[in-house]
């Protein structure tokens, strides 16, 4: 006996009906109106520039690491750019709203993804546990059921 399956034109139809739900939550307003705040900013705007360019900066001195001349100066500034940076408001808000949709985005694909099967791969937001799934290197078969 054959089962009815659901062709791949069903599901990208389903699919583009559950992207427009996800568009219509909570969530991605709260990360649009976030976004839109923090690019209407200017004091965010110059914040996030001086750590962009400080960070390319960086990236040139730490090539050479600890034996260029400026590390030192450049290590510390850097970090006081992001620090000021992650201390404005409108960045603040940025990122709860962006961690907030993630975690949306994450539990929904491990609904999707678990409903095939409880041993997929999903990301969980949480590095830690994302690398105890069983792409970890386990292989064994053991506690985590790989194998």
Do not use: W
Request: with cysteine; glycine share 8%.
């Amino acid at each position: 006996m054959m089962l009815a399956t659901i062709n791949e034109m069903e599901l990208l139809t389903e699919t583009d009906a559950l992207s427009e739900v996800i568009l219509q939550s909570e969530p991605v307003a709260e990360y649009i109106e976030a976004r839109s705040q923090l690019h209407a900013d200017p004091e965010a705007q110059l914040l996030i520039k001086a750590f962009n360019d400080l960070k390319e900066l960086n990236e040139e001195v730490q090539r050479f690491g600890k034996y260029h001349p400026d590390y030192d100066r450049v290590s510390k500034e850097i970090r006081q750019a992001k620090r000021s940076m992650d201390k404005h408001e409108r960045v603040i808000a940025f990122k709860q709203a962006e961690k907030e949709l993630e975690g949306l985005l994450n539990e929904i694909s491990g609904i999707v993804a678990h409903a095939v099967s409880t041993t997929i791969k999903v990301p969980s937001g949480n590095p830690f546990f994302d690398s105890m799934s069983c792409s970890g290197g386990c292989g064994s078969g053991g506690g985590c059921s790989c194998g």
